[in-house]
Nanobody, 117 residues
Framework: QLQLVESGGGLVQPGGSLRLSCAAS????????MGWLRQAPGKQREWVAR???????KSADSVQGRFTISRDNAKNTVYLQMNSLKPEDTAVYYC???????????WGQGTQVTVSS
């Protein structure tokens, strides 16, 4: 049975960094595109970044130059390195598999990221 388990969220001050991890089990991880989306309180879900099975990456304009998505197929894990964090990055971050944009087949349970002084 497929599982996506996120970790690495927490409270960080503005300008700080966090690295989110998402471990996948029960599926041929390396064949699937992976993504990160987020949802802030009272706002619509927002696509953040994605990485194809071949390693091509793309990120939203709002995080371009600050967030980096990567994957380690040997560990069945995808990462989101978040630098220069801003209060507006505060949201629940979801790891996703098999899809694009805001349409994905599989979702993790989410991890909270709070950027505040």
């Amino acid at each position: 049975q497929l599982q996506l388990v996120e970790s690495g969220g927490g409270l960080v001050q503005p300008g700080g960094s966090l690295r989110l991890s998402c471990a996948a089990s029960g599926i041929m991880f390396r064949f699937f595109a992976m993504g990160w989306l987020r949802q802030a309180p009272g706002k619509q879900r927002e696509w953040v970044a994605r990485i194809t099975s071949g390693g091509t990456t793309k990120s939203a304009d709002s995080v371009q130059g600050r967030f980096t998505i990567s994957r380690d197929n040997a560990k069945n894990t995808v990462y989101l390195q978040m630098n220069s964090l801003k209060p507006e990055d505060t949201a629940v971050y979801y790891c996703t598999m098999g899809g694009s944009g805001t349409t994905w087949t599989y979702w993790g349970q989410g991890t909270q990221v709070t950027v505040s002084s």
